[in-house]
């Protein structure tokens, strides 16, 4: 096999060849983008706006609030349905992504970033907070993965992260 012209890459753990051929690539036809349906754009803003709680009373106040909307109630109780579905399998492939992308690295910190309602507003704190972890990710080439949360009982902001700083060798000029 002559590997000479062969498009290589590092996947993250293998060096990987493919041949060149002589055969010209498929051209592929983009996919039509799905534009949201103007109900789907409502129910998330409701799902959102809806205060925390069971499950089942945040169905119950959406079909009610989406009842409007369709001929009958089933139909309302149908698409709020779908709509959770929906919701809840993006949300368990978000997981999944973040978990893969996680155990490609060797994690060596977890950290709970806070701040001082004196010193910052919460705002401030999330953008330099980011700013900070950009400048570190690209100048020193540290890696990190995090969430945002608020706390329970007092609602203030902080950000988890695993983090494994390093430092280059070379510095740019």
Not at 105 to 117: E, K, M, V
Request: hydrophobic share 30%; aromatic share 14%; with cysteine.
């Amino acid at each position: 096999m002559n590997l000479i012209g062969a498009k290589v890459y590092y996947d993250g753990s293998h060096w990987i060849a493919i041949p060149h051929t002589e055969r010209p690539p498929r051209r592929r036809k983009p996919k039509p983008k799905a534009e949201k349906d103007e109900t789907v754009e409502q129910f998330e803003k409701a799902f959102n706006k809806a205060p925390k709680g069971k499950k089942s009373k945040k169905k119950e106040r959406l079909v009610k609030e989406f009842a409007p909307l369709f001929e009958s109630e089933a139909q309302a109780t149908e698409f709020v349905e779908e709509q959770f579905e929906r919701l809840n399998r993006n949300r368990i492939e978000r997981y999944k992504r973040m978990k893969r992308k996680a155990y490609l690295q060797q994690w060596s910190y977890f950290c709970t970033f806070t701040y001082a309602d004196d010193k910052q507003t919460e705002e401030t704190f999330r953008k330099k907070l980011m700013n900070c972890l950009y400048h570190l990710a690209n100048r020193n080439g540290w890696k990190y993965i995090g969430a945002w949360e608020r706390g329970d009982k007092t609602e203030r902001l902080h950000f988890h992260a695993l983090v494994y700083p390093t430092q280059r060798k070379c510095r740019r000029v």
